[in-house]
């Protein structure tokens, strides 16, 4: 069965870093674009980054662009959210996704393009 597990949140100072893993299986890795999504309490669930495996093709949404650094590991068949000079307002459930094919567009940070979810983790940032 196609399972996706996030793993890396905790609590952070602001300012601080984190890196988060997706880690994928039940599927081929290349065959997927690969997305971070967060969901802050209140608030609607909003694609932030997503990595196509295939060709290393990279997406960043404006208020993570510049301190978030998405990449992947093939051959681990794992994803990765490295995030930078954390704010208060970066604090949410932090989820990886999956859609089958290739990248187009910024179609990935829409939740009705995912075809799968892994569970969240959470990312709590103190100010």
């Known amino acids: 069965d196609v399972q996706l597990q996030a793993s890396g949140g905790g609590l952070v100072q602001a300012g601080g870093s984190l890196r988060l893993s997706c880690a994928a299986t039940g599927f081929t890795f290349d065959d997927y674009v690969i997305g971070w999504f967060r969901q802050a309490p209140g608030k609607e669930r909003e694609g932030i980054s997503c990595i196509s495996s295939s060709d290393g093709r990279l997406i960043y949404e404006d208020s993570v662009k510049g301190r978030f650094t998405i990449s992947s590991d093939n051959a681990k068949n794992t994803a990765y959210l490295q995030m930078n000079s954390l704010k208060p307002e970066d604090t949410a459930v932090y989820y990886c996704?999956?859609?089958?094919?290739?990248?187009?567009?910024?179609?990935?940070?829409?939740?009705?393009?995912?075809?799968?979810w892994g569970q969240g983790t959470l990312v709590t940032v103190s100010s």
């Open positions: 996704a999956a859609t089958f094919g290739y990248m187009y567009g910024s179609s990935c940070l829409e939740k009705s393009q995912i075809d799968y």
